[in-house]
């Protein structure tokens, strides 16, 4: 019988594991593959929601933790932070000796693991390659492209751009998102499953959720991260005026995230947010059946592009984060204008039919990545097609 390949899937946030969980069962169930964790980053800190206590609960076996972010919230730090997750991947993936390394997404965080990985000839794949949006996480997503071996796409129009980035063909899959998988399941249950209060505690006010209620989840831009606070302080006040109950979610790690988390804090200080309560994280499935029950969400969270158009959640998406992004009929674009951002959030409210889409996937990636995984051949050079 010959040995197991050994998978290292690396998660440096809490979306990532959100992004990826499905992955990482089928992975875990494959008897031709062993699962090697490995949790770094933001996803290890409890001041952006700990994933990695979620991922222990959900039963995940964890073979290595890297803690490599540098305090700051700033470009600099956030170069610092790479640099160092260069530095600390780099001794896991010698120890643990992995067949294949898997990175996820866009976030800067995992360009140290593309780097890691291609410098030690370790063969590398990436999910959700090909995508577009106008700010940095672009340039980290085409960049991690180019370093890996293997492409695991979310759309149509991602598979086209990769190939089109000189990538083998033979090697790009569009195997739709993973997250779609766990929406596909939240899609069965038209209720809201929990008490959020109960179960995560949070700040601020407890509104009465059964008449309906608003999620927002807004992260500065880091080509942006200077008018993180000037933006946040719009949509604050853009909530206020609406009036609605409305569930509140912290900030991502990025530049910028100081500004955003400052901005919340000093407004809070300054007005009664009578109807607002802010949560640091959720259980994936928690957030999307939260999403699934609520009137709309509002922020430029890529969960109102993805998983929103496949549930058909009404969402208000904000400024230029995730620009030129394949999308369904469920989302407005506004500018960083409270008004602007009122105005569309009325609108929704008031449309009673929701548009879904299948953009993203039907909900079986999780299951054909682990099947490409084993069937794979090794490889670590590219061949070339331009």
Request: proline share 3%; net charge neutral; charged share 20%.
């Amino acid at each position: 019988m010959s040995a197991k390949r050994k998978i290292a899937v690396v998660i440096t946030a809490r979306p990532s594991y959100s992004r990826v969980k499905t992955v990482l069962s089928a992975i875990k169930k494959h008897p031709q593959l062993e699962l090697q964790l490995i949790v770094a980053a933001s996803a290890l800190l409890d001041r952006y929601g700990s994933a990695v206590n979620f991922i222990e609960k959900d039963g995940f076996e964890i073979a290595a933790k890297v803690f490599n972010v540098l305090e700051g919230e700033n470009l600099t730090a956030a170069a610092k932070t790479t640099g160092i997750g260069i530095l600390e991947l780099s001794t896991v993936f010698d120890n643990l000796r992995p067949d294949i390394v898997v990175t996820v997404a866009d976030r800067f965080e995992t360009m140290a693991t593309a780097i890691s990985a291609s410098y030690m000839n370790i063969p590398l794949a990436h999910i959700q390659g090909g995508e577009v949006t106008g700010n940095i996480d672009e340039k980290v997503r085409h960049a991690i492209t180019k370093l890996a071996d293997y492409h695991f796409v979310a759309s149509e129009n991602a598979k086209k751009r990769v190939i089109q980035l000189g990538e083998n063909p033979a090697m790009v899959f569009n195997t739709g998102c993973p997250s779609i998988d766990i929406a596909q399941e939240v899609a069965k249950n038209s209720k809201l499953t929990f008490n959020p209060y109960e179960k995560y505690g949070g700040v601020g006010s407890q509104p009465n959720l059964n008449n309906g209620y608003i999620v927002v989840m807004q992260h500065p831009v880091t080509n942006e991260y200077q008018d993180s606070r000037k933006h946040i302080e719009a949509t604050l006040r853009a909530i206020q005026k609406i009036n609605k109950p409305t569930l509140w979610f912290w900030p991502n790690v990025d530049a910028g995230a100081d500004g955003t988390s400052t901005g919340i804090r000093s407004y809070r200080e300054k007005y009664t947010l009578e109807n607002v309560h802010f949560f640091k994280n959720m259980e994936g499935e928690d957030f999307l059946n939260l999403l699934h029950n609520s009137r709309c969400l509002i922020g430029n969270s890529s969960v109102g592009i993805r998983e929103c158009t496949y549930l058909g959640v009404p969402t208000v998406n904000i400024g230029s984060r995730q620009n030129r992004r394949d999308r369904g009929t469920n989302v407005v674009d506004v500018g960083y204008d409270e008004n602007e951002i009122v105005a569309a959030v009325e609108s929704l409210l008031k449309t009673e039919n929701r548009a879904t889409s299948n953009v993203y996937g039907g909900g079986n990636a999780g299951e054909h990545i682990a099947a490409l995984l084993i069937e794979l051949p090794l490889q670590f050079h590219k061949t070339i097609t331009y």
